[in-house]
Nanobody, 118 residues
Framework: QVQLVESGGGLVQAGGSLRLSCAAS????????MGWYRQAPGKGREFVAS????????TYADSVKGRFTVSRDNAKNTIYLQMNTLKHENAATYYCLAGNIDTREDHWGQGTQVTVTS
């Protein structure tokens, strides 16, 4: 079973950038499709971006296309979310999701909070 720890959240001014990281335990990280989701107060959890196990195929929510970039380093068991030109509506708790491509099991991290200030 994989365990996920997100980091990199914090306070950032609108228009600024942050890079989130999600570090995974375990020896089979390359067998997981990975994704980022977020949840703002009072709202449901929504998809942000994903990256397939091979690191080539990525998908983004329309609202973040062109501003956010998801990447992974399988040697470091880590995925990243580079967030540029942040907007107030991007403020949320960001969660990392790992989906095992063999067992179809999903695992969530605890989240990291992003606050966008004026």
């Amino acid at each position: 079973q994989v365990q996920l720890v997100e980091s990199g959240g914090g306070l950032v001014q609108a228009g600024g950038s942050l890079r989130l990281s999600c570090a995974a335990s375990g020896r089979t990280f390359s067998r997981y499709d990975m994704g980022w989701y977020r949840q703002a107060p009072g709202k449901g959890r929504e998809f942000v971006a994903s990256i397939r196990w091979g690191g080539v195929s990525t998908t983004y929510a329309d609202s973040v296309k062109g501003r956010f970039t998801v990447s992974r380093d399988n040697a470091k068991n880590t995925i990243y979310l580079q967030m540029n030109t942040l907007k107030h509506e991007n403020a949320a708790t960001y969660y990392c999701l790992a989906g095992n491509i063999d067992t179809r099991e999903d695992h969530w991290g605890q989240g990291t909070q992003v606050t966008v200030t004026s």
